[in-house]
């Protein structure tokens, strides 16, 4: 276990396409977020996971977006009907949660899934 | 929610001067501070962070000073070197939330 992987690195689509991308974090990692970077922006927070409860949702996220971690390891991020609009990195983090204030909470990201949509 | 915004937005220096950054925030209950650099065509990766029971933290030509009353925390980069020239994000987090709110990013150009 190197890191945080991403699948595809590059996705190229129609508008109107449906899209999946797959995220798998550190084995030991319990959270699990997923933001999205267009170019010259930071990363923009989506939805997190802790182990496979989704505990927050960005008003970002719309409803043809959908995250799930069904068994608390890997992620998917299904976008629906695809727009110009969303083109970007997606990117996935992982990191320890432990809850209180002193907690390490250091994300750890992957190299991102980049969609571009035609 | 958190807002974070840093300043400027590009910032060139040449190689052996020192860089500094400044990031702002806007949750006074906002408790944990990092910064991540990110260079053309890879990933986010944490420089260093801070905590808010701190004032101040150094790992070797980097550090990071934070001012809670004035909700700002700066990246101190000296000796420059080429391999310091990427784009850094600062960030925002309140403690037992990890959601991470993010800036837009500052490039950094170290000129040789």
């Known amino acids: 276990d190197t890191g945080v992987s991403q699948d595809p690195r590059h996705k190229i689509t129609k508008r109107g396409q449906n899209v999946t991308f797959r995220c798998d974090p550190i084995s030991e990692h319990n959270r699990l977020y997923w933001y999205r970077q267009t170019l010259g922006q930071g990363p923009e927070f989506l939805t997190y996971?802790?182990?496979?409860?989704?505990?927050?949702k960005s008003r970002l996220l719309s409803d043809r977006f959908s995250a799930e971690r069904p068994k608390g390891s890997f992620s998917t991020l299904e976008i629906q009907r695809t727009e110009q609009g969303d083109s970007a990195m997606y990117l996935c983090?992982?990191?320890?949660?432990?809850?209180?204030?002193?907690?390490?909470?250091?994300?750890?990201f992957g190299a991102g899934s980049r969609l571009t949509v035609l | 929610g958190e807002n974070v915004e840093q300043h400027p937005s590009t910032l060139s220096v040449q190689e052996g001067d020192s860089a500094v950054i400044k990031c702002t925030y806007s949750?006074?209950?906002?408790?944990?501070f990092p910064w991540y650099k990110q260079e053309l065509g890879k990933r986010p990766q944490l420089i260093i962070d801070i905590r808010s029971n701190v004032g101040e933290k150094k790992d070797q030509r980097i550090a990071v000073t934070l001012n809670k009353t004035a909700k700002h925390f700066s990246l101190h980069i000296t000796e420059t070197q080429p391999e310091d020239s990427a784009v850094y994000f600062c960030a925002a987090s309140k403690g037992g939330n990890n959601r991470l709110a993010f800036g837009k990013g500052n490039q950094v150009v170290v000129i040789p």
């Open positions: 983090a992982s990191s320890l949660g432990t809850g209180d204030w002193s907690g390490a909470n250091v994300l750890t």
């Open positions: 996971f802790q182990n496979e409860a989704q505990l927050e």
């Open positions: 949750d006074s209950a906002s408790n944990y």
